[in-house]
């Protein structure tokens, strides 16, 4: 892959929450996280000064909506397309640890996030000039229908203008009616991506995949150009065009908390495809940023 222009704009869309993280001393520390959110902070990292990051949601007028911004703004996140919605605030999930792995419980039924693309100029206007959009399963699901439907063709749009679009299923069956209407979601959205950055564990649960290599097959064959299936400690498979490979990440000594893993590879990967790098060596900076995620408390670590 030839090296890219570092003068690049990428949008993450979706919803930033108020996180309630453990301690480790029965206490709980309050930030901001959110799956796409998480991985636009990495990718702040990761990317050059040059390289511009903004992140497309809606908050509230509030005053806790007030300082999610000022956490943006200060991350170096571009905030110029994040929506004000008044009799709105921000959605809260709690984590609950046990042997490091992570469970949550939500609280978003007045999340102004959920509003995020029921203006399809906004979305429009957002996209302008995108290098590339990155989404997720979540951020569809918060949607309803009907705005699903204008995001997805403001993807396209933007897709026509030039834009790459990555996406990762990340599958939340308690965020949908049912499982055949996140699956049908998620293939749809699938169609609209140049990227697919899913997970086998979620995917063969719900589509039955017998392994990571189906995984890979089922999304090339929706019409992705680069698939890249996560398997937990397990390789990693890679689909292109120009064939199949299998990745097998480091050794992880230590897992603390595998909130944000996920993210955080994402941003890795994304970052050094978005700076050409070769596609087995964007695979190792992904596992490389998710192995020092793991093993810190919460799911953005410095």
């Given at each position: ?20 993280a ?105 996209f ?25 063709s ?13 996406f ?9 009616p ?5 699956c ?46 996560k ?72």
């Open positions: 892959m030839s090296a890219r222009s570092l003068n690049q704009r990428i949008i993450s869309v979706g919803e930033c929450m108020v996180e309630m453990p301690t480790g001393e029965g206490t709980f520390a309050m930030g901001f996280a959110g799956d796409t959110l998480n991985t636009a902070w990495y990718l702040r990292r990761a990317l050059p000064p040059e390289a511009e990051v903004d992140y497309l949601t809606a908050v509230g007028t509030d005053a806790i909506s007030d300082r999610m911004l000022g956490f943006l703004r200060d991350a170096g996140l571009g905030t110029s397309r994040i929506a004000r919605v008044p009799d709105r605030t921000v959605g809260l999930y709690l984590i609950e640890l046990t042997n490091g792995e992570r469970s949550f419980a939500y609280w978003r039924g007045q999340s102004a996030a959920r509003l995020l693309a029921c203006d399809p100029a906004v979305l429009a206007a957002g302008a000039g995108a290098s590339m959009i990155y989404l997720s399963g979540i951020t569809l699901a918060i949607l309803e229908p009907a705005d699903r439907a204008q995001l997805l403001a993807l396209s749009a933007a897709r026509a203008a030039g834009s790459e679009v990555a990762d299923p990340n599958l939340r069956p308690r965020l949908w049912d499982g055949a209407t996140m049908a979601a998620i293939m749809e959205a699938a169609r609209h991506a140049d990227i697919v950055l899913p997970s086998h564990e979620d995917e063969a649960a719900f589509f039955g995949d017998e392994d990571a290599a189906a995984t890979a097959a089922r999304y090339a064959a929706a019409g992705a150009s680069l698939v890249v299936v398997d937990g400690a397990g390789p990693m498979v890679t689909l292109t065009p120009e064939g199949r490979q299998s990745h097998a990440p480091e050794t992880v000594s230590q897992v603390v908390d595998t909130t944000a893993a996920g993210d955080s590879f994402n941003a890795g990967f994304l970052a050094a495809h978005l700076g050409g790098a070769p596609l087995a060596e964007a695979v190792r900076a992904g596992a490389r940023l998710a192995a020092r995620v793991i093993g810190q408390r919460g799911a953005l670590v410095a």
